[in-house]
């Protein structure tokens, strides 16, 4: 089973609100878990956009755009990248990472499509 | 401007061991403030974390590759290194190196990457 698993693929259009998830397995305290979110496009290394906990505990990387957010679904027990007023340029692949078990564990990643 | 830069060969043969450097310019990794790090991603694939190693060459491996991998740092010389042995196919992909800073920092930045082919 995954630690956390990212779904593969994702559309949505220019203006719109997308909400990327990373989901941890039933049983995981998603409260205890820090998320960190990374945009990666073709042939870059990724590249880091923030880190989520709690609205307490967040952190956004220098230089990124307000329109990308951290939060968390509960009834999901997963963390939240959300991206409101999509544009062009953020069609992407984005990967989740939390620190579980002494060591780093990344999502497969999502590619997100902006039609 | 902090930058780091992987090098090492392309291509490997499978069963041999990958070296890589990785260069850090911009900045002095005495500092222990910072873990540096070795991620890799196969092709059409996500991301998984190698290990991270200190300045003082205190090292932290990923459980999947603990037994494969070793990494070690020249803080003279501003590189750290990745050994990984016994090589098959799976291991091939992009190796990027990072900076991460302690407790709730993240990888950043990262190198460009290297492509490493294993081939049989």
């Known amino acids: 089973q995954a630690v956390v698993t990212q779904p593969p693929s994702l559309s949505a259009s220019p203006g719109a609100s997308v909400s990327l998830t990373c989901t941890l397995p039933?049983?995981?305290?998603?409260?205890?878990?820090?998320f960190y979110w990374y945009q990666q496009k073709p042939g870059n290394p990724p590249h880091y956009l923030l880190r989520?906990?709690?609205?307490?505990?967040?952190?956004?990387g220098s230089g990124v755009p307000s329109r990308f957010s951290g939060s968390k679904d509960a009834s999901a027990n997963a963390g939240i990248l959300l991206i409101s007023g999509l544009q062009s340029e953020d069609e992407a692949d984005y990967h989740c990472l939390i620190w579980h078990n002494s060591s780093w564990v990344f999502g497969g990643g999502t590619k997100l499509t902006v039609l | 401007q902090l930058q780091l830069q992987e090098s090492g060969p392309g291509l490997v043969k499978s069963a041999e061991t990958l070296s890589l450097t990785c260069s850090v310019s911009g900045a002095s990794m005495t500092s222990s403030y910072y873990y540096w790090g070795w991620i890799r991603q196969p092709p059409g694939k996500g991301l998984e974390w190698i290990g991270s190693?200190?300045?003082?060459?205190?090292?932290f491996y990923n459980p999947s590759l603990k037994s494969r991998v070793a990494m070690s740092v020249d803080t003279s010389k501003n590189h750290f290194f990745l050994s990984l042995d016994s090589l098959t196919a799976a291991d091939t992909g992009v190796y990027y190196c990072?900076?991460?800073?302690?407790?709730?920092?993240?990888?950043?930045?990262w190198g460009q990457g290297t492509l490493v082919i294993v081939s049989s």
């Open positions: 990072a900076r991460r800073g302690v407790n709730d920092a993240p990888f950043d930045p």
């Open positions: 190693i200190t300045h003082s060459g205190l090292s």
């Open positions: 989520y906990k709690g609205d307490s505990d967040k952190h956004q």
């Open positions: 039933s049983g995981f305290n998603l409260a205890t878990y820090r």
